[in-house]
């Protein structure tokens, strides 16, 4: 009887044990989270966390994007206004350095026309005396030449005579029409006639008469043969 009851103990004891496993086993199952949703969980808030990190990057990169546009347009601004200011700088050198050359050049066909002008007096007097140098050189060989008559040597020494006459008196007659205001002035004698070629932008009738009165008594020749021109 006493084995009995002890068995009836032991068998309650175990029942009783089993049934608190359960109770707890029930429990646990409704108060845990499973571990696949705690993953899921942990990885929502990385990618929250991710993304949150993402959006702070590009709004700050788009600040420095904006902050970079905005600096090259001011560098670029800057560079358009040097260039501007260098092209408008250039501009007005270059149109300085125009107005130079055309002065430049202008004076220097002002001078180079004046030379032309100077020129044509200076090689006409020239090329005048020569012509008279030649004349009696040739005439002096004859007076040399033992062959020639007596008669002939007399017309040569005539002709030098002459010649040397109308040279000084071509002479005489341009330095006295200089000192009537005239620049300057060539006389050119043949046969009888003469012209005067005087440097003058204009010539009216009072300067006309004075020319042609210092030819005529220098030179002993009539007015009517007597040309006068201006050069310029």
Do not use: C, H, W
Not at 1 to 8: A, G, I, R, T, V
Not at 174 to 187: P, R
């Amino acid at each position: 009887m006493k084995n009995l009851k002890k068995s009836q103990l032991i068998i309650f004891v175990i029942a009783l044990m089993l049934v608190t496993a359960g109770y707890l086993n029930f429990t646990n199952n409704n108060n845990l989270i499973p571990t696949s949703s705690l993953a899921d969980s942990e990885e929502m808030a990385s990618i929250g966390d991710a993304r949150l990190v993402n959006a702070n990057q590009i709004g700050e990169n788009a600040d420095n994007t904006s902050e970079v546009v905005a600096n090259n347009n001011l560098q670029n601004s800057q560079t358009t206004n040097s260039i501007q200011a260098n092209g408008s700088n250039q501009t007005s050198a270059n149109n300085q350095n125009n107005q130079m050359n055309q002065n430049t050049q202008s004076s220097q066909a002002s001078q180079t026309n004046a030379n032309v002008e100077d020129s044509y007096f200076t090689q006409s007097r020239l090329d005048r005396d020569n012509m008279y140098s030649q004349m009696l050189d040739n005439y002096q060989k004859i007076l040399e030449n033992e062959g020639l008559s007596s008669d002939e040597k007399s017309k040569a020494q005539a002709e030098i005579k002459r010649i040397s006459e109308e040279k000084n008196a071509i002479m005489i007659a341009e330095n006295l029409i200089k000192t009537k205001g005239f620049e300057d002035i060539v006389l050119f004698v043949n046969n009888g006639n003469v012209s005067a070629v005087v440097k003058e932008e204009k010539l009216d009738e009072n300067k006309i008469a004075q020319i042609q009165n210092i030819i005529t008594r220098e030179l002993n020749v009539e007015v009517k043969k007597i040309n006068v021109s201006n050069k310029k």
